[in-house]
């Protein structure tokens, strides 16, 4: 059974640079054919979509976060990594990890990372 876990640290201060990791069990993230994605969610407030990488390793961000987001990967140890440069409290969120299909579907979610930036 395919299964995502997140790892990081719940605290971060503000102008640091926020580091997630997403370990995948049951496949390969550089075979399996999905994106590896991150999606972020503030406390009230909807689902935000940060970008992915694809098993090829191609990247996709998110327009508004692009340039201060960067997602790469350890195939070695079947994980991938989200980094959030310049935090301001506004990163506030709930972080997951997910793996989106071809057709569009988020089936398999990590179980959610709370990141609090604060001083």
């Known amino acids: 059974q395919a299964q995502l876990r997140e790892s990081g640290p719940g605290l971060v201060k503000p102008s640091q640079t926020l580091s997630l990791t997403c370990a995948y069990s049951?496949?390969?993230?550089?075979?399996?054919?999905?994106?590896w994605s991150w999606i972020r969610q503030p406390q009230g407030k909807g689902l935000e979509w940060i970008g992915y990488?694809?098993?090829?390793?191609?990247?996709y961000y998110s327009p508004s976060l692009k340039s201060r987001t960067s997602i790469s990967r350890d195939a070695s140890n079947n994980q991938f990594s989200l980094q959030l440069s310049s935090v301001t409290p506004e990163d506030t969120a709930v972080y997951y990890c997910?793996?989106?299909?071809?057709?569009?579907?988020?089936?398999?979610w990590g179980q959610g990372t709370q990141i609090t930036v604060s001083s």
């Open positions: 997910t793996r989106r299909t071809d057709w569009g579907a988020y089936n398999v």
């Open positions: 049951g496949g390969s993230i550089e075979t399996d054919f999905y994106y």
């Open positions: 990488m694809f098993y090829d390793g191609s990247t």
